[in-house]
């Protein structure tokens, strides 16, 4: 009897696995089709649709011998079309780095001050002075020297976003400060004097050379590369002389006749000529604050009537802070910002207008940071109420942290001047 009952289960169970069998002969199709509509809604919500739709194309490449799958139900990812805004009357900006313009929520907190407040640019690293590119630039030298760190992972996306909201996007570029190049292109950084070595300064840091052609190509092509992805104004940052160490031993490559600011305003012309041909790109030059008051280049190349005809905007760092002890009679120039930002200004007009060109060219840097003071919400709005008694109405907020002080900042609604 118990012999006649496992001869039953065992044909039961032989009976369910053929079964089971047919189910999943005919069926299978089906359950891999969902299995293929699962995969395609996932495509269309990823963060980022164009990688992965890449990795999924590139994984279905090296399956050999499948079959080709049905090609019009698949997600086709548009590329993002660029865009640029026109320079606004009035630029009203602050400063991102390039870790905080690709991080969303640092990113996002700074944007809804913009959205809130009177501002209406942002100024986002390029490169800044590691040397380092802040996002993938399509340039064949720019990949051999691994100059991309990727810090921004969609810039496109980026500046259309910003775009959306009205908001005006510079690009900084430290062009002589670049840790990274000197190291990998020795050749192209200033040299010694008393050696050829490459000079170094206090802090062990290295300069770009202004007369190497290598370098103001590929200056150049960071430029370009930096416009057709979105960015609408080009501002260069660190194109001088080193300012500290010892000086005295480096070589300048002076023609004969010639001066370092000689050498610095040919670059500048370089920059200027090359970027305009390829249309009317817009391009800005931070000054030290003193080139506005000084009669010579202060030994770092930087003349404000060399650089005026230049750019389409000059921007003087008028940091109070930077200014040194005893300035025009101040023990601690950072606790007189009115005073200073007034003087500063008022000579940047006085040499602008000798040459016969537009003051509204002349767009500050302003000092939202703690260094020599507290710097509290009256202490910045003295700085704007000194450009504006000026007639300059366009400023920049400078915090290396990109920690603002909102409440500085006059709300939302139109020509807050």
């Given amino acids: 009897m118990k012999k006649k009952i496992r001869t039953q289960k065992t044909i039961l169970i032989g009976l369910i696995f053929i079964i089971s069998g047919v189910i999943i002969y005919f069926y299978s199709p089906a359950i891999f089709n969902s299995f293929n509509r699962q995969m395609e809604f996932d495509l269309t919500s990823h963060d980022d649709p164009k990688e992965f739709e890449e990795e999924f194309?590139?994984?279905?490449?090296?399956?050999?011998?499948?079959?080709?799958?049905?090609?019009?139900?698949?997600?086709?990812?548009?590329?993002?079309?660029?865009?640029?805004?026109?320079?606004?009357?009035?630029?009203?900006?602050?400063?991102?780095?390039?870790?905080?313009?690709?991080?969303?929520?640092?990113?996002?907190?700074?944007?809804?001050?913009?959205?809130?407040?009177?501002?209406?640019?942002?100024?986002?690293?390029?490169?800044?002075?590691?040397?380092?590119?802040?996002?993938?630039?399509?340039?064949?030298?720019?990949?051999?020297?691994?100059?991309?760190?990727?810090?921004?992972?969609?810039?496109?996306?980026?500046?259309?976003?910003?775009?959306?909201?009205?908001?005006?996007?510079?690009?900084?570029?430290s062009v002589f400060q670049d840790a990274h190049l000197t190291g990998v292109k020795p050749e192209w950084a200033i040299k010694r004097l008393s050696d050829g070595g490459v000079w170094k300064d206090k802090k062990g840091l290295s300069f770009l050379d202004p007369m190497n052609q290598d370098v103001r190509d590929y200056t150049l092509a960071v430029a370009l590369g930096a416009y057709e992805v979105g960015f609408d104004e080009i501002n260069f940052d660190y194109i001088r002389y080193p300012s500290d160490g010892d000086i005295k031993d480096i070589n300048y490559n002076l023609k004969e006749g010639e001066t370092r600011a000689d050498n610095i305003e040919d670059f500048f012309i370089f920059l200027s000529n090359n970027i305009k041909a390829k249309g009317d790109i817009p391009i800005s030059a931070d000054l030290f604050g003193l080139t506005t008051e000084a009669v010579d280049d202060m030994g770092i190349g930087q003349i404000w009537e060399k650089a005026l005809p230049h750019f389409d905007f000059l921007c003087p760092m008028v940091y109070p802070s930077h200014y040194p002890a005893t300035y025009n009679g101040y023990t601690n120039p950072a606790l007189y910002p009115y005073e200073v930002v007034s003087r500063a200004l008022l000579n940047a007009k006085i040499k602008t207008q000798k040459k016969e060109e537009d003051i509204h060219k002349i767009r500050p840097w302003l000092q939202d940071f703690n260094l020599g003071a507290v710097y509290t919400k009256e202490l910045i709005r003295d700085q704007i109420k000194a450009t504006y008694e000026q007639g300059l109405f366009s400023w920049m907020l400078w915090d290396p942290s990109n920690k603002y002080t909102p409440d500085a900042l006059m709300p939302k609604i139109e020509n807050n001047y």
């Fill in 57 to 173: 194309l590139e994984a279905e490449e090296h399956e050999e011998g499948e079959e080709k799958k049905e090609q019009k139900n698949e997600t086709i990812v548009p590329p993002i079309e660029i865009s640029h805004l026109n320079t606004p009357e009035v630029v009203k900006a602050i400063y991102l780095s390039g870790w905080v313009a690709g991080t969303k929520n640092l990113r996002d907190r700074l944007v809804k001050i913009i959205e809130e407040t009177e501002l209406n640019s942002i100024v986002i690293d390029i490169k800044d002075s590691t040397g380092k590119i802040s996002f993938n630039i399509d340039d064949p030298l720019i990949k051999e020297l691994n100059s991309s760190e990727n810090r921004i992972s969609n810039i496109r996306e980026l500046t259309n976003l910003l775009h959306g909201k009205g908001i005006y996007v510079i690009g900084r570029i």
